[in-house]
């Protein structure tokens, strides 16, 4: 099987694969199935609810507990969220696909009828997620376009059954365990 790269003339005129592109590379790593969460926490100022859809999130270590995120550098919502304190990792379920939709837009009321409840750890839990982790940002370290926060976890337990949400080929679906 022959494998297609786009491939260039160097200086000296040997052949060089070409640079990767920002639309190549979301096409390629589209084809490798994420699950979604949302990132939640209340503003301490405005006791206002905030959120975002995160499809980079990954276990870091068991011991210390950390777990990690990447957010877009322009993102609006992550200075509201890192205010807060603490957060809540929601795992959303297969059918919360428009909870994931109206967090991942910018601004807005992004709780307008979106039911959930506080966290042992004072931040939301979205009604029908999978499981939720309570944490506290460890560090944040720039990434090109984006910042990888390193969270604490400080508590976490299932919330309800049913499968995960998966990106894939950007699209979202399900899959059943």
């Given amino acids: 099987m022959s494998i297609p790269v786009s ?3 160097g200086p000296d005129g040997a052949e060089r694969i070409a640079a990767v592109g920002p639309q190549r590379l ?17 503003g301490p100022r405005t006791g206002e609810p905030y959120g975002l859809a995160v499809n980079s999130f990954t276990s870091v270590s068991l011991d210390p ?16 969220l890192k205010a807060a304190g603490g957060l809540c990792v929601n795992v959303l379920a297969e059918d919360q696909r428009e909870a994931c ?14 039911p959930w409840t506080l966290s042992p750890g004072g931040a ?8 939720w982790i309570d944490c506290v940002v ?5 990434a090109g376009d984006h910042v990888i926060v390193v969270a604490r976890v400080t508590g976490l ?19 059943r365990p």
């Fill in 26 to 42: 979301r096409d390629v790593l589209g084809r490798y199935a994420t699950g979604v969460v949302a990132v939640t926490g209340i």
């Fill in 101 to 114: 939709e109206r967090l991942a837009v910018s601004g807005g009321d992004k709780f307008t009828d979106l």
């Fill in 124 to 131: 939301p839990v979205l009604d029908g997620a999978l499981a």
């Fill in 157 to 175: 337990d299932r919330h309800a059954d049913g499968g995960p949400l998966v990106f894939f080929g950007g699209r979202y679906g399900g899959f």
């Fill in 7 to 9: 491939r260039t003339a």
């Fill in 65 to 80: 507990p950390l777990v990690a995120f990447c957010v877009s550098g322009d993102s609006t919502s992550w200075p509201r």
């Fill in 138 to 142: 460890e560090a944040e370290h720039p």
